[in-house]
């Protein structure tokens, strides 16, 4: 296809990683972020191979590996009685896959640095409120006008997106009832297992975790990042009872929180995340382009989100590169992605209310019957696939092939 103008609203992983991708191949892009200072929004994440796989296309494995940590399974346990019900292990499956934890930050200033790098525009403190057409040219608007004309609009500004909401094919949400507190802690004096996400869950309505998440660059300390799931509903009453009363009762769960608790003075170190289900079907409407959260989201049960946004920017560079016109790549974008896409957002809704519900009888049958039923092959080999985000192939599809991942302790973190 013809060098391109490109307009890419949004610079988080989504919109960095795809402005990579299509200005190496040539076209000519910029970003329109809407903060005057780029940043990322959360705490912690888990990139799985897939993720992995696509910031290796890019060049960014040393780096990215240079800061997280490796993560070796998903262990869960029922607070009161210390029973395992979930023991994910990502070597039950075959090709050496792990995930690897990283800070938002660290995945940010990664991608960031490499856009930079590599001289991609990047305008700031642009609000983007519409999108329409001049001719066969997309135009980005503001509250005062056209900020801007492309062959092709990108929309990697996530769930809320105003350019999603108003587009022909706008996608439903649906807001999910379970949120969670994050934060980043130090971890140093800590007892944490370095190399899990660990969980503690009372049937499915708590759910308390910790996940190593490295560095976020290399002369910086390691961090933790810790959640507690709560009803979004919930939030405010969960405030006025008391800082010190929310920390007595995750004690009371998990007395190793406590060096994390002891760090956190204020409410204000923590961010509430809220989650919402929706799903843009097709993934485009005329010149405009969905990835990431704009074109799908749902339960962060399974960790795919970060994941599922560099498959589509991989997924949408390498339909561009293939197709001969804009119309016919997104149609081939939309084919690329759907059958992966729709699997795993499946599949988060399924899961979610084993761990996020008010439903007693269904915490038991995970405690019970999933946990035994897990332990027996193929099961084991079957859950890594799902939590690796490989059981069905995103790889081929968007033009990628999986990286066999070679352990190398001296491009983790600890270890650089």
Known sequence: MKQLDIGVAGAGPAGLAAALFLSRAGH?????????????????????????????????????????????????AD???????????????????YGLAVQRAALFNTLHDAAVADGIRIRTGIDLASTGMRGDRAV??????????????????????????????????RDLTYGAFWATLDGQGAAY???????????????????PTGRIRRDEPERVAFFWSLKVADVEAVKAA???????????????????????????????????????????????????????????????GANMALLDAAALSHALARCADIPSALAAYARARRNHVRLFQLLSLAFTPFYQSDSTAIAWVRDRLVSTVAKIPPMPGLLASIVAGTLIDPFGPAGLTECTWQEDLSLLSGMA
């Open 28 to 76: 000519r892009v910029e970003i329109l972020e809407r903060f005057e200072t780029p940043a990322p929004v959360g705490s912690g994440l888990l990139m799985q191979p897939t993720g992995l796989t696509v910031l290796n296309a890019l060049g960014l494995s040393d780096t990215i590996h240079a800061i997280g940590s490796r993560i070796d399974r998903l262990h869960g």
């Open 79 to 97: 607070a009161k009685s210390g029973r395992t019900v979930l023991d994910v292990r990502y070597d039950a499956a075959p090709s050496g896959r």
């Open 140 to 173: 980005l608007k503001n509250a005062e006008g056209v900020v801007g004309d492309y062959d092709l609009v990108i929309d990697a500004s996530g769930t809320r997106s105003m350019l999603a909401a108003k587009a022909a094919t706008a996608p439903s949400i």
């Open 193 to 211: 297992d370095k190399s899990a996400l660990s969980q503690r869950y009372d049937k499915a309505k708590v759910m308390i975790g910790l996940l």
């Open 242 to 304: 008391g800082l010190d009363q929310w920390k007595a009762i995750i004690r009371s769960y998990w007395a190793d929180c406590a060096p994390f608790l002891d760090q956190i003075e204020d409410w204000d170190q923590l961010t509430l995340a809220r989650y919402a289900h929706r799903t843009a079907l097709p993934p485009f409407s005329g010149r405009l382009v969905f990835i990431g959260d704009s074109a799908h989201s749902t339960s962060p049960q399974l960790g795919q």
